[in-house]
């Protein structure tokens, strides 16, 4: 049986990969780090420290491994070099020297932010330019886990979907304590008033369509970069108003900011949309639309609690 091996089970991304890759048949083991796992067969682990990790791969000796743990707090990382090197550069390099001596296919996750943002509609041939600490540490990783000799790097968007261990408030050591559609739900549900950058673009991605992606690009014989991002071009402004629309609460409740009144540590791209025809082709599935996206969480909306 083939073994899938998903650092961060507690993630976003990483929840919904473990249920995507146990539909398609595989042995799926998760690992948590600071928060406890939903899943009965996830199991401690930090990827930052090299021993524990070597240990861990080479008793599991899986298939693939998909990495989609990281120091992902933009703001937090700018203050906090050592922190996110160590888990988003050492770690990765961890990953990338176990999955190479037991010859395993890694699946490492990246991000939108390794532009600068001055284009748009990048795609996986444009020259990277991190404006902020953590792009940069994505970028070094991207460049660690290119010399693996069977390696995807996938990079997505402003991710976005369901988590019920983010509802508990309770943050994960990656620096997030909430994705952004769940905190405007949260706003809305209330009946608050939330405030979204509208000169900040981006590729939203649904995480369940991007855990799809990163399957199967575990079975994807090629090498590579893929942009595996949503297909919509929008502000946080623009989606926050999707949001309040698919969901029927009041657009009067989302206000406009620009960024230069939004007070924000690290300076954010203005336009890092992703053009994701490479992976659509190479893999043979459609990224949707944020509206899409938005409309696929109000069906999962049953049971998920998000006070
Ligand atoms: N979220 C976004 O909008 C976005 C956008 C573009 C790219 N990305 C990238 O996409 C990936 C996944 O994002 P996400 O939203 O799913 O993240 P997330 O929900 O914050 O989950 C991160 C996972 O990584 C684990 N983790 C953190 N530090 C670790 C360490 N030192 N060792 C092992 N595991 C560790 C966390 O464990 P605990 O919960 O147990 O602490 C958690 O399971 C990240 O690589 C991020 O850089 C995210």
């Not at 309770?170 to 000169?199: C, H, Q, W, Y």
């Amino acid at each position: 049986m083939r073994t899938l091996l998903v650092i961060g089970a507690t993630g976003l991304v990483g929840s919904k990969v473990c249920v995507t890759a146990q539909e398609k048949g595989y042995k799926t083991v998760g690992t948590h780090n600071a928060r406890t796992s939903l899943l009965p067969q996830s199991q401690k682990l930090d990827i930052a420290d090299a021993d524990a990790t070597h240990k861990f791969v080479a008793a599991l000796k899986p298939t693939a491994i998909i990495n989609t743990a990281a120091l992902h707090n933009v703001d937090y990382c700018e203050s906090h070099h050592q922190e996110a090197n160590r888990v988003n550069v050492e770690g990765a390099a961890n990953l990338a020297d176990a999955a190479s001596e037991t010859s395993c296919r890694l699946v490492h996750l990246s991000t939108d932010y390794v532009f600068d943002g001055k284009k748009g509609h990048y795609n996986e041939f444009d020259a990277p330019n991190p404006l902020h600490y953590y792009a940069w540490t994505k970028l070094e990783a991207e460049k660690i886990v290119a010399q693996t000799p069977s390696y995807a790097v996938a990079r997505p968007s402003v991710i976005y979907g369901w988590n019920k261990l983010e509802s508990t408030g309770i943050p994960s050591s990656s620096g997030k304590t909430i994705n952004f559609a769940m905190f405007v739900l949260v706003k809305l549900r209330k009946g608050e008033t939330i405030t979204a950058v509208r000169d900040q673009y981006s590729s939203p991605t649904l995480a369940d369509n991007l855990a799809d992606a990163l399957v199967r690009l575990v079975e994807c014989p090629e090498n590579g970069v893929f942009h595996t991002a949503g297909r919509s071009c929008v502000s946080r402004y623009e989606f926050a108003l999707k949001i309040a629309d698919v969901f029927g609460y009041s657009p009067g409740l989302v206000e406009p900011v620009s960024s230069s009144d939004f007070k924000q540590v690290a300076e954010r791209p203005k336009n890092s949309c992703l053009s994701v025809d490479r992976a659509e082709k190479t893999l043979g599935m459609r990224f949707m639309t944020a509206e899409e996206g938005i409309r696929i969480m109000k069906t999962q909306e049953v049971g998920e609690d998000v006070a």
